[in-house]
């Protein structure tokens, strides 16, 4: 079974540019999170979906971070436009039913903005 | 804010069992504890999680105690391979995963 595809792997970025991460999750999985691990700290959900529903966008500063999950199966997730402070790793999971169990995480993207 | 206190760090030789210890004091009833780990450079990974049983699946043993204030995760034989960042997480069965900062375990030759 193919794991949790997220690309690139390592971006850099001057502050004020813009910046894309893609994230293609297990086959048949309906929830996907971002996350957003600074150095040295926890995974932070960013956002959950469900389908292409969002179910939590709680923590997401959506001044500058946009997620979108077209037909309900890959994402994007976009910062517009990034600051020094949002560097830092940032992982999509997925899992077939949202139970906290089962969240299957890629391997990573890594942004630095300088 | 993460529900659960861990040691920042914690070592192991390797072959031993390494025990992972976990406070989470204001757990509620419904709450389950949750173990994953984070390899260097690699995403989360789900270990085993118990809600008043003690547990046990191939990779580990999870321990909570009788008044669910605390658990211990149990690596029976640690390997190099178990060298990572250990979180314990408490939630409910559709709540998300809150992480802390885990326990980082070294295991040793």
């Known amino acids: 079974e193919a794991g949790v595809a997220q690309s690139p792997r390592y971006k850099i970025i001057e502050k004020r540019q813009s910046v894309a991460f893609w994230c293609n999750p297990i086959?048949?999985?309906?929830?996907l999170y971002w996350y957003q691990q600074i150095l040295g700290q926890g995974p932070k959900l960013l956002i959950q979906?469900?389908?292409?529903?969002?179910?939590?966008d709680s923590q997401l500063p959506k001044d500058r971070f946009s997620a979108e999950r077209l037909k309900g199966v890959d994402s994007t997730l976009k910062i517009q436009p990034a600051k020094l402070e949002d560097s830092a790793v940032y992982l999509c999971?997925?899992?077939?039913?949202?139970?906290?169990?089962?969240?299957?995480f890629g391997p990573g993207t890594r942004l630095t903005v300088t | 804010d993460a529900k659960t206190t861990q040691p920042p760090s914690m070592d192991c030789a390797e072959g031993r069992a390494a025990n992972l210890p976990c406070n989470h004091s204001?757990?509620?009833?419904?709450?389950?504890v949750y173990w994953y780990r984070q390899i260097h450079s690699q995403g989360p990974q789900y270990i085993i999680h118990g809600l008043k049983n003690n547990e046990t699946n191939e990779m580990a043993s999870l321990i909570i105690t009788e008044d669910r204030k605390s658990s211990t995760l149990i690596l029976p034989h640690a390997t190099l391979r178990d060298t990572a960042v250990y979180y314990c997480i408490v939630s409910n069965q559709g709540g998300k995963l809150i992480f802390g900062q885990g326990t980082e375990l070294s295991v040793k030759p």
């Open positions: 999971a997925s899992s077939l039913d949202g139970l906290p169990y089962e969240q299957y």
């Open positions: 086959s048949g999985h309906a929830t």
């Open positions: 979906f469900q389908n292409n529903g969002v179910v939590d």
């Open positions: 204001t757990i509620s009833g419904n709450e389950y």
